[in-house]
């Protein structure tokens, strides 16, 4: 299974989930591939946000390595699924799609819920984390006997 998560700018919430579902899937013993990457361009080969690297670190998950990247076209091809936080991430990787195959793949994280940008707020990157692993603990049960 490969599963690719999207975020605006792969420093916060995209790198979260990522490092999540990875965890996730290894303390269940499943080979999983999981990536993450950004629709927007403004942090390209950093690391995550050092909130986000903090507060993952506090559960005891490390996602200091992880290099942001910009999402693209090839991803529709590579991934199996694409998971979003939000309706504009939804818009954004929608619109690259070039088919009813790329479009299926798309999906927001939380299902019907969205998962809020944390950029602006310090207190939001607990919630947020929290908000991140109950969905992929849903995609993860969801997917894991396909
Ligand atoms: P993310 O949060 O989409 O969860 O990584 C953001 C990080 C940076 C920016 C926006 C959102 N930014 O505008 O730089």
Redesign the pocket.
């Known amino acids: 299974m490969k599963i690719l998560m999207v975020?605006?700018?792969?420093?916060?919430?995209?790198?979260l989930a990522h490092g999540i579902m990875e965890h996730l899937a290894k303390e269940q013993g499943l080979d999983w591939e999981i990536e993450s990457a950004?629709t927007?361009n403004?942090?390209i080969g950093e690391g995550p946000?050092r909130r986000?690297i903090r507060t993952a670190r506090e559960h005891g998950i490390d996602i200091s390595g992880q290099i942001c990247r910009l999402f693209r076209i090839s991803d529709f091809d590579y991934y199996d699924h694409i998971f979003v936080?939000n309706k504009s991430?939804l818009a954004d990787v929608l619109a690259m799609a070039r088919n009813e195959e790329d479009r299926e793949k798309v999906r927001l994280l939380l299902g019907d819920k969205i998962?809020p940008?944390?950029?602006y707020d310090d207190a939001q990157f607990e919630p947020v984390f929290l908000m991140i692993e109950k969905g992929c603990k849903e995609i993860l049960k969801e997917l894991k006997d396909k």
């Open positions: 975020c605006l700018g792969n420093i916060c919430r995209s790198p950004g927007g403004w942090h946000d986000s936080m991430n998962v940008d944390p950029y």
